[in-house]
């Protein structure tokens, strides 16, 4: 089963090891791009792979978003194709301050 994550900070890496950890392959991206993640993959081994956001949930039997709340409306995707899609956004008070602040009017 491969995981796809769309974010590549403490809890979408934390999740990538666990997962792989378990026998199952991961792609993750993040909004800067694949070449950013090189050492993190390395650091995964051959199981871990980079893509972009798009990738992920083209690639991906599970999709994770692990990105900050205000971040989920500008994820460049459609609905993933994966089969199931979990969530775990950071509702700190920063990114509830720049959702309450954000243009997308969400």
């Known amino acids: 089963m491969t995981f796809g994550i769309i974010g590549a900070g403490d809890i979408g890496t934390t999740i990538a090891q666990a997962v792989i950890g378990l026998g199952h392959g991961v792609v993750l991206a993040n909004s800067r791009g694949p070449e950013t993640l090189t050492a993190l993959v390395a650091h995964l081994g051959p199981k871990g792979h980079a893509t972009t956001a798009a990738g992920t949930g083209e690639a991906a039997d599970v999709a994770v978003i692990a990105e900050p709340f205000c971040a989920i409306y ?33």
């Open 74 to 106: 500008d994820i460049p995707v459609e609905p993933p194709a994966a089969r199931l899609c979990l969530t775990r956004t950071t509702t700190t008070r920063r990114a509830m301050a720049c959702s309450r602040n954000s243009n997308t009017g969400r």
